[in-house]
């Protein structure tokens, strides 16, 4: 059975197509590598020793979309492609609506040709906005503060009509928390070029001296030690949440959502401490104001994806700081051979 897979050369994609390949499905990625490198669909090969199909391009691009589904016979999409990084949402929204939702228009308009109604979408748990009960529902409120978040929420309330005007389709929308950590391998994982948004690609950077030290971004927040919490997730806990899902939507489920966290939160002081326990290193860090748009604290209620999927997240936090260090020290010892 094949699955088109976008954005299937970056961080969540690439893990669940190694998992998609290891669960018997045969996999075509198309990404325009604007956030991720071509090798990528090497290793993706080289961990499941399987092949993958890849077409380098633009899901905004219709005609090239139009012919993926021309030369094969698809029966879901997994959607990751998009930007992501919230800063520059604020800077560049043009850049962000167009890409996210175009994109997934272009798709969208894509399968309804082709009678290919099956798809899981890469939605977050920004949709949440600033949550008033902890922890969170699929039911609570929604809200975004930012054009990447909004972005989110509306194609989630695209999918919605889409689904409203034919119930031949079926649809996952899962509400990722904080996914970290990297595949066993060390042969695929996180590690964007310089100054990183989020705190674990942080960390390793300044484990490694890439950076001197890590901003904590407050310490007076309303969490046992002041800083921020957040449901940091293994990134394989993550890609195998899609493989259920898949099953799930292949199996005719509607329209679904999901979040995809562990149901813990952890401080950026514990995420810091673990991480040098575990991997032996130093974090040099120093509490900074807060940062703007910031949330005290967001994690998961995964009950409902426990019950409808059979899933929950079994990798803890020292497996995710451990995978996401190994990973980058062997990226580090491949450049420099
Ligand atoms: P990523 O940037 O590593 O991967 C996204 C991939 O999509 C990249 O390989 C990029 O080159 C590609 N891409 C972007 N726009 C494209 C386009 N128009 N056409 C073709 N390819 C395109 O990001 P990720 O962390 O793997 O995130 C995957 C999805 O999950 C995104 O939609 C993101 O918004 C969502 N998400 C990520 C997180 C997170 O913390 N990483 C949390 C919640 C949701
Ligand atoms: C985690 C914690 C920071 C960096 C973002 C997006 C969200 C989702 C995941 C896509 C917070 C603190 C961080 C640093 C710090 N992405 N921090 N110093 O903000 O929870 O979520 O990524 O959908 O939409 O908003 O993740 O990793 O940036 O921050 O102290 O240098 O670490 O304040 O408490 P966040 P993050």
């Known amino acids: 059975m094949k699955v088109l897979v976008t954005g299937g050369c970056g961080y969540i994609g690439s893990h669940t197509c190694v998992m998609l390949l290891e669960a018997g499905y045969d996999v075509i990625i198309v990404d325009n590598l604007c956030n991720s ?8 090969k080289e961990i499941t020793g399987k092949d993958v199909i ?3 391009g633009d899901v905004c691009d219709y005609a090239l979309i139009n012919k993926i589904f021309s030369h094969h016979d698809i029966v879901a999409v997994l959607h990751f492609a998009g930007l992501k990084a919230v800063g520059e949402s604020v800077l560049k929204p043009l850049l962000y609506y167009r890409n996210n939702i175009d994109s997934t228009l272009n798709l969208l308009e894509v399968m309804t040709k082709y009678n290919c109604k099956n798809i899981v979408f890469s939605s977050s748990a920004t949709v949440y906005g600033a949550p008033k009960t902890l922890p969170i529902k699929e039911s609570a409120p929604l809200s975004t503060t930012n054009p990447y978040g909004s972005t989110k929420l509306y194609i989630e309330g695209i999918l919605r009509d889409v689904y409203e005007a034919d119930k031949n389709w079926n649809i996952a929308i899962l509400r990722y928390f904080n996914p970290i950590g990297a595949h066993k391998s060390g042969l695929i994982g996180e590690n964007p070029n310089g100054i990183p ?11 490694t001296k890439e950076l001197e030290v890590l901003n904590i971004f407050g310490d007076d927040y309303d969490t046992p030690d002041g800083t921020g919490v957040r449901d940091y997730i293994h990134i394989i806990d993550l890609a195998k949440g899609h493989i259920k899902a898949l099953d799930k939507v292949l199996s005719g489920s509607g329209i679904v959502c999901y979040n ?12 810091v401490k673990t991480f040098e326990k575990v991997n ?15 949330i005290a604290a967001c994690y998961a209620d995964p009950t409902y ?13 020292e497996d995710m700081c451990r995978d996401a260090y190994n990973y980058v020290m062997k990226c580090k010892r491949n450049t420099s051979d």
């Open 37 to 44: 490198k071509r090798d990528v669909v090497d290793k993706i």
């Open 197 to 207: 948004n989020n705190l674990m690609p942080y960390i390793i950077k300044v484990a």
């Open 305 to 317: 994806a426990f019950q409808e999927l059979g899933w929950k997240a079994e990798l803890g936090i």
């Open 280 to 294: 032996n290193v130093k974090v040099n860090y120093r509490i900074a104001p807060r940062r703007e748009g910031d």
């Open 260 to 271: 995809l966290g562990t149901g813990h939160g952890y401080s950026v002081l514990e995420l």
């Open 54 to 56: 890849f077409y380098k």
